[in-house]
């Protein structure tokens, strides 16, 4: 059985950096596209940022573009999301999840998901 499991969380004050980690074991990482998402209190999961299968510098909202990045480590089966320049509105809990199909910006396309890691970003 696949599980996906977030780790890297915890709380910075505005400007700092955090790097999370998503892992998966039980499935064949390299054919997942992987995802994050964040989810705030009071407000609906948003789409942060995915990794394709293939590769390459990955997708991002809007409102991460430009200070988050992505780096993917398909023999260690892990996806790790570099968090900079990290501002309050960031904080959230971070979801990793992993998709076979469908819109990588969809949750609704992603089929296995972690518990969460905190991130918590004081002013």
């Known amino acids: 059985q696949v599980q996906v499991v977030e780790s890297g969380g915890g709380l910075v004050k505005a400007g700092a950096s955090l790097r999370l980690s998503c892992g998966t074991s039980?499935?064949?990482?390299?054919?997942?596209?992987v995802g994050w998402f964040r989810q705030a209190p009071g407000k609906e999961r948003e789409f942060v940022a995915a990794?394709?299968?293939?590769?390459?510098?990955?997708f991002f909202g809007n409102s991460v573009r430009g200070r988050f990045r992505l780096s993917r480590d398909n023999s260690k089966s892990t996806l790790y999301l570099q968090m900079n320049w990290l501002k309050p509105e960031d904080t959230a809990a971070y979801y990793c999840?992993?998709?076979?199909?469908?819109?990588?910006?969809?949750?609704?396309?992603?089929?296995?998901w972690g518990q969460g890691t905190q991130v918590t970003v004081s002013s």
């Open positions: 039980g499935g064949t990482f390299g054919a997942y596209t």
């Open positions: 999840a992993i998709s076979t199909s469908g819109s990588l910006f969809r949750e609704s396309s992603y089929t296995h």
């Open positions: 990794s394709r299968w293939s590769g390459g510098d990955g």
